[in-house]
Nanobody, 111 residues
Framework: VQLVESGGGLVQPGGSLRLSCAAS????????MRWYRQAPGKERELVAG????????TYADSVKGRFTISRDNAKNTVYLQMNSLKPEDTAVYYC?????WGQGTQVTVSS
C-alpha cells in the first residue's frame, strides 16, 4: 500500500489549496478514504472522509462548508479542496486508508 500526498504549501488567509492523495497497492474503488491533519503540539484529527463511490462524505465541524473531499476512482486519487483557509488550518495533512498513512503534506496559512 502506498499513499502519496501533494498540493500543500503556503497560502494567505482566505485562500485556497487542493490536496491530492495518489493511492496504490489496494482496491481503491472499494475503499473508504480519509484526510487527517496534525497541527504542532496537537493530536492528529479527522478532517474528512469519503465512501468508495463518493456518495457518502463526512467532515469535521471545523471545516464544514469550507472543505470538500472528492475522489476519482479511475485515477486512484482522493482530493481535499480547501477554501476560505484560516491560520488555524495550518497543519500537516495526511491521507489514510485502513491502517495505512501517507507521509503528509504541509499546509501553512499565514499572511
Amino acid at each position: 500500500v502506498q499513499l502519496v500526498e501533494s498540493g500543500g504549501g503556503l497560502v494567505q488567509p482566505g485562500g485556497s489549496l487542493r490536496l491530492s492523495c495518489a493511492a496504490s497497492g489496494f482496491t481503491f474503488s472499494r475503499s473508504f478514504m480519509r484526510w487527517y491533519r496534525q497541527a504542532p503540539g496537537k493530536e492528529r484529527e479527522l478532517v474528512a472522509g469519503i465512501g468508495s463511490a463518493g456518495d457518502i462524505t463526512t467532515y469535521a465541524d471545523s471545516v464544514k462548508g469550507r472543505f470538500t473531499i472528492s475522489r476519482d476512482n479511475a485515477k486512484n486519487t482522493v482530493y481535499l479542496q480547501m477554501n476560505s483557509l484560516k491560520p488555524e488550518d495550518t497543519a500537516v495533512y495526511y491521507c489514510r486508508y485502513s491502517d495505512y498513512w501517507g507521509q503528509g503534506t504541509q499546509v501553512t496559512v499565514s499572511s
